[in-house]
């Protein structure tokens, strides 16, 4: 019996924000699009089980600390009581909203969406097993591949057990633990953290490096660091976790620290958190000429063409950084290209953020990457104690640094903390994208009293002519 | 430590060449940067740099090898010598910088475009992020014209603050770009400085308009391109022309104007079938020849614009009366600014009549992509010698100019032979065409 055959111009492998971007934009230039999913709606990752919930979420969070904190202005809650099953309708019913929107509005360009799992039969048809349980081809003239990335395993720590979650497990918010091992000091792990702290459990992280949150400026990670180090029960950096044993009502963890002394501690639960992988496995990707890396990412060139010039990847399964915005930009890239445009993706900066309290983002180039390459630089670094926005909240603890050029004084990089830093983020992405010089930002008015005066003081600074700090040019 | 130096990029679309001179011999200690042979591409010799210090021990390359980007040429030995600055394995292939030395600055005291910059950046697999490495400052919309352009961005000089490249750079550049790879030396696209006339008296200055300067810009282009041979021939239309007349009522009322450029039309189309050199595209980058299987002609407009050519389409499909009619509605489109960008795309073969106004012969410039174009002149009674006597004949003098990279001489002549014939005995196109 053969299975039932379709045709179609552009089959999109994965809904997540870089598959719908894709399917979207492609519909809307006129193409014959079929985006495939097992999900009932568009959002992928990102809207069902990461970037949204965890938003909804930290914004309790947030709530919550800020709640305390008024007690120093004079206002004084009594003890917050949280109802878990009514936080996770509500943020149940953000996630529905969205992902509802998702699914009218691929209705509404007419994009064919098919509730499935896709493989490659060869380099011009899918074969899709449906959620409905039927198996069906697709012929298509191209094909976008934007399957994600899917949370790593510790090996030896055991993936059945409630107490030993993942990020999805731990959005799901199933109870309360009173006590909670984070392994991995990385965005996910300091972002669950803080949403699991702030409902009263007293959260535990250990990270195997000797920072948190690799990658971003050491001084941005030590304002973020000081108010983790009071939210956080501890945090065990350069330790490993060695093994993780389920008890009945929790987990015996041994780590083992930088000095090579061994401990053991109990938790009732475990989050792991050490990192995601690709996922190109199971795909059907032999059957084509798409060839992956020693890490299994897909290997793209600079068009997000693959090996077969029929299929293109993007978003995580495409490489690193894993961002939905990255994601979303390569796969309005790759449609480009589809389209017959001369596109290619090339970002001068990928805003990074991480939703701490206080956030921390950062786009371009870091100071410290700026030391690796030898490269000539200006630092700039503004402290919100001088802004007197941040002091109307009560959050002093800010920073915004920007690094210049030394020859051009053009923008390279900028990195902000502090409360609203991934709002405060996209202004220093448009500086460095448009290759804009110190002089650009001073000269350009930011309204009063806001926090995002901060990038325009920081960037006088080079000239040492900030408004509200006193630090002249050194002479030289 | 025994290092390889292999042949770097050294430009856009240049792939391979011939080793034009050895700088070195074995047993030759080099400097880091120092010039270890000279390599001729089609376009210009360019220095090969040594990208190690060290003493050379083998060469595997000879004078007149020819040799691709990434062929192993020598071999250094690096050991005890320290480089000055540390280059590692995959740093071998050093950037060049593009062969530029042709190009005039853009203005005294800028730096020459490219000269300091790395070399393209060909699209390489790789699953690795692009941002970290080293960026020419231009925001994302004028790096999106330049690569619509083809223009590799690191090359062109910016003019703003902190060197940002604008729309403008980039526009200036592919001038530069056009002027100095693809004419040939010594005719000048590129703009010399005017004197300041009015020392010399009243002027009076007024911007280019739109059509003005894209007709500027694009005959600049096609006249610096193409090596163009215009040749001359007459018709004897005493006949052709009676029946037009005859016909012409016939067709007016149909609508269209019975004129000479329309039966040419269709003698050109015929033409173009028996000569398909004539219906053809240069592509000079992939070196190759595209042959066209349709036939639509532009026909040059005067217009109170300037100079408009709408083009006809499939004209082999259509008989002489429909392509008056289209024509003439097309040369009214054409005067009430009608045209559709469509309606000037897609030509094969321009006809360009300017009989109407008068002249004898004249030396159209070739429509770049398209590689011929057909002159038509004022038609007048002329003495013709036949059967022992003078008859009066009205001849129509005929200009082709033609793009002598992809038609010689002598299929010209027969090219436009065939036109005056078809002109002559109408017949032919029955014939032949």
Same mark, same amino acid.
């Given at each position: 019996?053969?299975?039932?055959?379709?045709?179609?111009?552009?089959?999109?492998?994965?809904?997540?924000?870089?598959?719908?971007?894709?399917?979207?934009?492609?519909?809307?230039?006129?193409?014959?699009?079929?985006?495939?999913?097992?999900?009932?709606?568009?959002?992928?990752?990102?809207?069902?089980?990461?970037?949204?919930? %965890?938003?909804?979420?930290?914004?309790?969070?947030?709530?919550? %600390?800020?709640?305390?904190?008024?007690?120093?202005?004079?206002?004084?809650?009594?003890?917050?009581?949280?109802?878990?099953?009514?936080?996770?309708?509500?943020?149940?019913?953000?996630?529905?909203?969205?992902?509802?929107?998702?699914?009218?509005?691929?209705?509404?360009?007419?994009?064919?969406?098919?509730?499935?799992?896709?493989?490659?039969?060869?380099?011009?048809?899918?074969?899709?097993?449906?959620?409905?349980?039927?198996?069906?081809?697709? =012929?298509?003239?191209?094909?976008?591949?934007?399957?994600? %990335?899917?949370?790593?395993?510790?090996?030896?720590?055991?993936?059945?057990?409630?107490?030993?979650?993942?990020?999805?497990?731990?959005?799901?918010?199933?109870?309360?633990?009173?006590?909670?091992?984070?392994?991995?000091?990385?965005?996910?792990?300091?972002?669950?953290?803080?949403?699991?702290?702030?409902?009263?459990?007293?959260?535990?992280?250990?990270?195997?490096?000797?920072?948190?949150?690799?990658?971003?400026?050491?001084?941005?990670?030590?304002?973020?660091?000081?108010?983790?180090?009071?939210?956080?029960?501890?945090?065990?950096?350069?330790?490993?976790?060695?093994? =993780?044993?389920?008890?009945?009502?929790?987990?015996?963890?041994?780590?083992?620290?930088?000095?090579?002394?061994?401990?053991?501690?109990?938790?009732?639960?475990?989050?792991?958190?050490?990192?995601?992988?690709?996922?190109?496995?199971?795909?059907?990707?032999?059957?084509?000429?798409?060839?992956?890396?020693?890490?299994?990412?897909?290997?793209?060139?600079?068009?997000?063409?693959?090996?077969?010039?029929?299929?293109?990847?993007?978003?995580?399964?495409?490489?690193?950084?894993?961002?939905?915005?990255?994601?979303?930009?390569?796969?309005?890239?790759?449609?480009?290209? =589809?389209?017959?445009?001369?596109?290619?993706?090339?970002?001068?900066?990928?805003?990074?953020?991480?939703?701490?309290?206080?956030?921390?983002?950062?786009?371009?180039?870091?100071? %410290?990457?700026?030391?690796?390459?030898?490269?000539?630089?200006?630092?700039?670094?503004?402290?919100?104690?001088?802004?007197?926005?941040?002091?109307?909240?009560?959050?002093?603890?800010?920073?915004?640094?920007?690094?210049?050029?030394?020859?051009?004084?053009?923008?390279?990089?900028?990195? =902000?903390?502090?409360?609203?830093?991934?709002?405060?983020?996209?202004?220093?992405?448009?500086?460095?994208?448009?290759?804009?010089?110190?002089?650009?930002?001073?000269?350009?008015?930011?309204?009063?009293?806001?926090?995002?005066?901060?990038?325009?003081?920081?960037?006088?600074?080079?000239?040492?002519?900030?408004?509200?700090?006193?630090?002249?040019?050194?002479?030289? | 430590?025994?290092?390889?130096?292999?042949?770097?990029?050294?430009?856009?679309?240049?792939?391979?060449?011939?080793?034009?001179?050895?700088?070195?011999?074995?047993?030759?200690?080099?400097?880091?940067?120092?010039?270890?042979?000279?390599?001729?591409?089609? *376009?210009?010799?360019?220095?090969?740099?040594?990208?190690?210090?060290? *003493?050379?021990?083998?060469?595997? @390359?000879?004078?007149?090898?020819?040799?691709?980007?990434?062929?192993?040429?020598?071999?250094?030995?690096?050991?005890?010598?320290?480089?000055?600055?540390? @280059?590692?394995?995959?740093?071998?292939?050093?950037?060049?910088?593009?062969?530029?030395?042709?190009?005039?600055?853009?203005?005294?005291?800028?730096?020459?475009?490219?000269?300091?910059?790395?070399?393209?950046?060909?699209?390489?697999?790789?699953?690795?992020?692009?941002?970290?490495?080293?960026?020419?400052?231009?925001?994302?919309?004028?790096?999106?014209?330049?690569?619509?352009?083809?223009?590799?961005?690191?090359?062109?000089?910016?003019?703003?603050?902190?060197?940002?490249?604008?729309?403008?750079?980039?526009?200036?550049?592919?001038?530069?770009?056009?002027?100095?790879?693809?004419?040939?030396?010594?005719?000048?696209?590129?703009?010399?400085?005017?004197?300041?006339?009015?020392?010399?008296?009243?002027?009076?200055?007024?911007?280019?308009?739109?059509?003005?300067? *894209?007709?500027?810009?694009?005959?600049?282009?096609?006249?610096?391109?193409?090596?163009?041979?215009?040749?001359?021939?007459? +018709?004897?239309?005493?006949?052709?022309?009676?029946?037009?007349?005859?016909?012409?009522?016939?067709?007016?009322?149909?609508?269209?104007?019975?004129?000479?450029? +329309?039966?040419?039309?269709?003698?050109? +189309?015929?033409?173009?079938?028996?000569?398909?050199?004539?219906?053809?595209?240069?592509?000079?980058?992939?070196?190759?020849?595209?042959?066209?299987?349709?036939?639509?002609?532009?026909?040059?407009?005067?217009?109170?614009?300037?100079?408009?050519?709408?083009?006809?389409?499939?004209?082999?499909?259509?008989?002489?009366?429909?392509?008056?009619?289209?024509?003439?509605?097309?040369?009214?489109? +054409?005067?009430?600014?009608?045209?559709?960008?469509?309606?000037?795309?897609?030509?094969?073969?321009?006809?360009?009549?300017?009989?109407?106004?008068?002249?004898?012969?004249?030396?159209?410039?070739?429509?770049?992509?398209?590689?011929?174009?057909?002159?038509?002149?004022?038609?007048?009674?002329?003495?013709?010698?036949?059967?022992?006597?003078?008859?009066?004949?009205?001849?129509?003098?005929?200009?082709?100019?033609?793009?002598?990279?992809?038609?010689?001489?002598?299929?010209?002549?027969?090219?436009?032979?065939?036109?005056?014939?078809?002109?002559?005995?109408?017949?032919?196109?029955?014939?032949?065409?």
């Amino acid at each position: 019996m053969s299975d039932k055959q379709t045709q179609t111009q552009l089959a999109v492998i994965g809904s997540g924000p870089g598959g719908y971007a894709a399917a979207f934009l492609a519909a809307d230039l006129g193409m014959d699009v079929t985006l495939i999913d097992t999900a009932p709606n568009p959002g992928g990752v990102c809207l069902y089980r990461g970037c949204i919930p %965890s938003k909804a979420l930290l914004h309790v969070a947030k709530l919550l %600390s800020e709640a305390k904190e008024a007690k120093n202005w004079g206002i004084s809650f009594s003890e917050p009581k949280i109802d878990l099953p009514r936080l996770r309708e509500w943020k149940n019913s953000v996630v529905a909203q969205l992902t509802g929107g998702l699914g009218r509005l691929s209705k509404q360009r007419k994009v064919n969406f098919i509730r499935g799992k896709a493989t490659f039969n060869d380099s011009q048809s899918l074969k899709i097993n449906t959620v409905a349980g039927a198996a069906q081809k697709l =012929i298509f003239q191209q094909a976008v591949l934007a399957t994600g %990335s899917h949370p790593v395993t510790l090996p030896g720590v055991p993936v059945d057990s409630p107490l030993v979650m993942d990020s999805s497990a731990a959005l799901a918010l199933e109870t309360l633990p009173k006590s909670m091992l984070v392994v991995g000091g990385g965005y996910i792990g300091l972002e669950l953290g803080t949403v699991y702290a702030s409902l009263g459990t007293k959260v535990t992280v250990v990270e195997m490096l000797p920072g948190l949150l690799p990658g971003a400026d050491r001084d941005l990670i030590a304002v973020l660091a000081k108010k983790l180090n009071s939210a956080f029960t501890e945090i065990m950096l350069e330790t490993t976790v060695k093994n =993780i044993r389920v008890k009945k009502n929790g987990v015996s963890v041994q780590f083992q620290t930088g000095n090579g002394t061994e401990l053991k501690k109990d938790y009732e639960k475990v989050l792991i958190a050490v990192g995601r992988k690709p996922n190109s496995a199971n795909l059907g990707l032999e059957n084509t000429k798409v060839q992956t890396d020693e890490k299994w990412f897909v290997k793209v060139d600079a068009q997000r063409r693959t090996g077969d010039p029929a299929i293109f990847a993007i978003g995580d399964v495409a490489g690193e950084p894993m961002l939905a915005h990255k994601a979303a930009h390569e796969g309005r890239t790759a449609v480009e290209v =589809i389209a017959g445009g001369k596109s290619v993706f090339e970002p001068r900066a990928i805003p990074a953020v991480v939703f701490t309290d206080p956030e921390l983002a950062w786009c371009g180039l870091t100071e %410290s990457e700026a030391k690796k390459q030898k490269r000539e630089v200006s630092v700039t670094r503004f402290p919100w104690a001088a802004s007197g926005r941040a002091a109307t909240l009560g959050r002093s603890d800010g920073l915004t640094k920007i690094i210049f050029d030394s020859q051009t004084e053009r923008v390279l990089g900028v990195g =902000i903390v502090g409360p609203g830093a991934g709002e405060l983020i996209s202004e220093a992405v448009l500086a460095v994208e448009m290759a804009a010089v110190a002089k650009d930002l001073e000269l350009t008015i930011h309204p009063h009293p806001t926090l995002s005066e901060t990038v325009m003081e920081s960037a006088a600074m080079l000239f040492g002519t900030g408004t509200h700090i006193y630090r002249p040019k050194r002479k030289r | 430590m025994v290092k390889e130096i292999k042949l770097p990029e050294v430009g856009e679309n240049v792939e391979s060449g011939e080793i034009a001179k050895l700088l070195v011999s074995v047993g030759n200690v080099v400097d880091l940067e120092q010039p270890v042979l000279e390599f001729e591409t089609d *376009k210009a010799v360019v220095d090969v740099p040594s990208p190690y210090t060290g *003493k050379i021990t083998e060469i595997f @390359v000879a004078v007149g090898d020819r040799v691709k980007i990434g062929d192993l040429l020598m071999k250094v030995e690096t050991e005890n010598m320290k480089s000055p600055v540390p @280059v590692t394995e995959e740093e071998a292939v050093i950037p060049l910088t593009k062969a530029v030395e042709e190009f005039p600055a853009p203005e005294a005291g800028e730096t020459l475009p490219g000269t300091e910059v790395v070399a393209a950046e060909k699209p390489q697999v790789s699953a690795a992020p692009e941002i970290l490495r080293e960026v020419a400052p231009a925001s994302p919309s004028v790096r999106r014209f330049a690569r619509e352009l083809g223009v590799e961005i690191d090359y062109v000089s910016g003019s703003g603050p902190g060197g940002r490249i604008t729309l403008d750079d980039v526009k200036a550049f592919t001038k530069l770009l056009v002027s100095g790879e693809k004419k040939p030396a010594g005719s000048g696209l590129f703009f010399e400085t005017l004197p300041e006339f009015s020392r010399f008296g009243e002027i009076d200055t007024q911007p280019m308009s739109t059509v003005r300067k *894209k007709t500027a810009e694009h005959l600049s282009y096609a006249w610096a391109t193409i090596p163009h041979v215009t040749q001359f021939d007459k +018709a004897d239309i005493t006949d052709l022309e009676k029946m037009r007349k005859q016909y012409s009522a016939a067709v007016e009322n149909a609508g269209g104007k019975l004129t000479m450029t +329309a039966i040419l039309l269709k003698i050109v +189309a015929a033409a173009l079938k028996l000569f398909p050199q004539f219906n053809a595209s240069v592509d000079m980058e992939r070196k190759r020849i595209i042959f066209k299987k349709y036939f639509n002609i532009g026909v040059a407009v005067d217009t109170g614009r300037g100079l408009l050519v709408p083009v006809i389409r499939q004209v082999d499909r259509k008989n002489i009366r429909e392509l008056s009619i289209e024509l003439t509605a097309l040369a009214e489109k +054409a005067r009430n600014r009608k045209l559709s960008p469509d309606d000037l795309q897609g030509g094969n073969f321009s006809v360009s009549n300017l009989g109407g106004i008068g002249g004898t012969y004249f030396t159209p410039v070739v429509n770049a992509p398209e590689v011929a174009v057909l002159g038509v002149s004022r038609s007048s009674m002329q003495p013709v010698y036949n059967d022992g006597q003078f008859q009066p004949k009205l001849m129509l003098p005929l200009s082709l100019s033609y793009d002598h990279r992809i038609i010689d001489g002598a299929d010209a002549v027969r090219f436009l032979r065939w036109v005056v014939e078809a002109l002559e005995k109408p017949f032919l196109i029955l014939l032949a065409g």
